[in-house]
């Protein structure tokens, strides 16, 4: 996608929500824009209001995930609340923002999917002592909730079989009793997880893999 492109969704974003302009931007080779969200609950009152920075990466937009600053300061600058001292949000879990930087995003649909519902879901804590669409965790617990949210495995050593298959490119008969987890079938089960772990990249796979080698190891230490 072109930087026409880039331009169009913006223009686009901007003629829906009037809040937000495009501005100078402090990081180069980043499109800024600079507006407020304002929160409403399902009654239609309103709950708050931030005012944000949004960075866009223009040469890699859409393959890229914005940079969102919280202005305002109104979110206590902490990892509970999933925010950095700089004011940078955490927006998701990162292996979900990394597969949708892989796919490809429309910035306008990305904002109204993530970018909202971010700011949303403080208020909602703040309301409640929780957020809507639960917790989540942050560095390697947070790795590991994602494998057991997204494909139900909680044994390090399951996730490490996964992993080295996908990375190895291993090809098991899909008929087998599944060499990783024990089911009857592989193509019923981790064949899947194989195949759908290709799209957050070899990259971070290899990654993943160190450091539930490393976890695992630390963990067989303590157990003696």
């Known amino acids: 996608m072109t930087k026409t492109n880039l331009n169009c969704d913006i223009d686009s974003f901007l003629g829906k929500y009037y809040?937000?302009?495009?501005?100078?931007?402090?990081?180069?080779g980043y499109?800024?824009?600079?507006?407020?969200?304002?929160?409403?609950?399902?009654?239609?009152?309103?709950?708050?209001?931030?005012?944000?920075?949004?960075?866009?990466?223009k040469v890699e937009y859409p393959y890229t995930i914005p940079i969102v600053i919280e202005k305002t300061q109104i979110i206590d600058?902490?990892?509970?609340?999933?925010?950095?001292?700089?004011?940078?949000?955490?927006?998701?879990?990162?292996?979900?923002?990394?597969k949708s930087k892989k796919r490809g995003i429309t910035f306008e649909e990305f904002y109204r999917n993530v970018i909202y519902p971010f700011f949303a879901n403080y208020?909602?804590?703040?309301?409640?002592?929780?957020?809507a669409n639960g917790e989540y965790k942050h560095h390697f617990?947070?790795?590991?909730?994602?494998?057991?949210?997204?494909?139900?495995?909680?044994?390090?050593e399951d996730i490490i079989a996964l992993l080295e298959t996908s990375i190895g490119g291993i090809k098991h008969q899909p008929n087998i009793e599944c060499p990783l987890c024990g089911k009857p079938?592989?193509?019923?089960?981790?064949?899947?997880?194989?195949?759908?772990?290709?799209?957050y990249g070899m990259q971070q796979l290899k990654i993943d893999l160190v450091l539930f080698r490393q976890q695992l190891l630390k963990r067989k230490k303590v157990l003696g």
């Open 141 to 156: 617990e947070g790795i590991a909730q994602f494998y057991q949210e997204e494909f139900d495995l909680e044994n390090f």
């Open 19 to 28: 809040s937000f302009k495009d501005v100078h931007s402090p990081k180069p």
């Open 185 to 199: 079938k592989y193509k019923k089960c981790c064949r899947k997880k194989v195949y759908s772990l290709k799209g």
């Open 77 to 98: 600058r902490d990892w509970d609340y999933h925010i950095s001292k700089e004011g940078v949000c955490c927006l998701d879990i990162p292996h979900k923002l990394l």
């Open 31 to 57: 499109l800024a824009l600079e507006g407020k969200i304002s929160v409403l609950d399902k009654k239609g009152k309103l709950w708050g209001q931030f005012e944000i920075l949004i960075l866009i990466n």
């Open 123 to 131: 208020h909602y804590k703040e309301s409640t002592g929780e957020y």
